[in-house]
Nanobody, 126 residues
Framework: QVQLVESGGGVVQAGGSLRLSCKLS???????????MAWFRQAAGKEREFVAR????????DYADSVKGRFTSARDNAKNTLYLQMNRLKPEETAVYYC????????????????WGQGTQVAVSS
């Protein structure tokens, strides 16, 4: 059973930075490198939205327009861990951030992902 556990959330002032982590654990038939990975976020009262995705090798990434140039996703396949470095955070980016995994090419669509973490709260104060 695939388990994803996010960490690194917290409270930060506008303009500040946070780094989120997402570790895969549990008994899996496939290794971490088999999964395309992504980050989504969900603000209170809003739909869960795509933030970033990264291919299995980590060589290719893609970002929502709203975070391009400020957020960077990376992965360490040896550590079964996905990261999201978030810089110059804005108050409107307050949300629960989720990592997700799928057994294929990472997508911007929530429906493409079979596995989700429980989320980590990020709060950006103005």
């Amino acid at each position: 059973q695939v388990q994803l556990v996010e960490s690194g959330g917290g409270v930060v002032q506008a303009g500040g930075s946070l780094r989120l982590s997402c570790k895969l654990s549990g008994r899996t038939f496939s290794s971490f490198i088999s999964y395309g990975m992504a980050w989504f976020r969900q603000a209170a009262g809003k739909e869960r939205e795509f933030v970033a995705r990264i291919t299995r090798s980590g060589h290719n990434t893609d970002y929502a327009d709203s975070v391009k140039g400020r957020f960077t996703s990376a992965r360490d396949n040896a550590k079964n861990t996905l990261y999201l470095q978030m810089n110059r955070l804005k108050p409107e980016e307050t949300a629960v951030y989720y990592c997700a995994a799928n057994e294929g090419v990472p997508s911007t669509s929530r429906a493409a992902y079979q596995y989700w973490g429980q989320g980590t709260q990020v709060a950006v104060s103005s």
